[in-house]
């Protein structure tokens, strides 16, 4: 099941279901029933998974359908279009969980010596960051932040967990954990410095619940950077190469730490964007994780603003 959020103009803000390139306004407001946050809760409350109360309230009254095309459209507030999946009320990261990104950040600090990013990357215990909150977060289509005191931002393309009330995984989204590397790479104590900041997390275009990724071990993530209409970056990765699984994240994540329900963890970057293709104003990133969908961003230096 793909759920997603969108604005439409005199509603405000919808719950859709996704099917078959068309989405079901599933809002109820009457009930409660005003965003993913609202559907995730009530699941939780009535001993239900996601997809079965949905299910539920699908079949409650007629329904108003959009076209996809029609809202997988840039932000304006004066027509329908697709929002942030969820307002999730903490974000969290997770670092080195692939090989790839502990010898990429290992190379940026030592050329021989072993560094923190190799033994973080070997240890028992993850990294684990804060990464946003939902004022931090951008949706499908809005801007991508790049910190004016940054000359190496990149985005880093992840599968994200969405998590219940108890720290379960209700669904799967795309996340980009936009990172300011430069800063991070001058001192690994600016870590939050590098990772927290406006327009520093995108999340979408839907959320699917676990029956849509029956094995999010094997899940290929797509990325590509468009400038002026030419692609000057494109690789692919897979899951199957996290070193970490979910419940290894989870542990440390919720030890003695209460993460509130509908808040997202992501499980870490295995595609590396080289310094030589650090995003500029007016970009475009363009992230795939079937069946989630296409998560794509336009680029904003806020320095030029």
């Known amino acids: ?35 993913t946050n609202d559907f995730i809760e009530n699941a939780a409350a009535g001993g239900f998974t996601l997809a079965e109360f949905v299910e ?31 307002l999730p009320p903490e974000v969290w990261g997770a670092g080195v969980t692939y090989q790839r990104s502990a010898e990429f950040r ?26 946003a909150t939902a004022t931090r977060c951008v949706g499908p289509n809005q801007p991508l932040g790049v910190r004016r005191d940054s000359h190496f931002t990149a985005p880093e393309p992840e599968l994200a967990l969405v998590l219940g009330h108890r720290g379960e ?10 990172s300011a590397w ?38 290929e993530i797509h990325c590509r950077v468009v400038r002026q209409s030419e692609t000057i970056f494109q690789e692919t990765s897979t899951t199957a190469l996290l070193k970490r699984t ?9 030890c003695d730490n209460p993460v509130p329900g509908a ?6 970057a295995g595609i590396i964007v080289p310094p030589e293709c650090a995003l500029r104003e007016g ?14 961003n336009p680029v904003q230096e806020w320095g030029k603003r």
């Open 246 to 254: 979910f419940d290894e994240l989870l542990e440390y994540l919720l």
């Open 56 to 86: 539920q309230v699908l079949n409650a009254q007629p329904r108003a359908v959009y076209a996809w095309s029609e809202l997988d459209t840039p932000r304006d507030m004066y027509a329908p279009h697709l929002a942030l999946p969820l």
């Open 283 to 296: 970009d475009v990133v363009e992230i795939e994780i079937p069946p989630i969908g296409v998560l794509r």
């Open 182 to 219: 430069d800063i991070e790479r001058e001192n690994p104590l600016y870590l939050p410095q590098s990772k927290i900041f406006r327009g520093a997390c995108a999340l979408g275009p839907s959320i699917v619940t676990p029956d849509e990724l029956p094995n999010p071990y094997e899940v």
């Open 106 to 131: 290992s190379s940026e600090v030592s050329k021989t010596n072993e560094t923190i990013y190799d033994q973080a990357h070997r240890a028992p215990r993850p990294e684990i960051f804060f990464k």
């Open 169 to 178: 995984i209700v669904a799967f989204t795309i996340a980009n954990d936009v």
């Open 1 to 35: 099941m793909k759920l997603v959020q969108f604005w439409r103009p005199n509603l405000g803000y919808r719950v859709g279901l996704v099917r078959n390139e068309n989405v079901i306004d599933i809002t109820m407001p009457d009930v409660g029933l005003k965003s």
């Open 263 to 268: 808040s997202v963890l992501c499980t870490g």
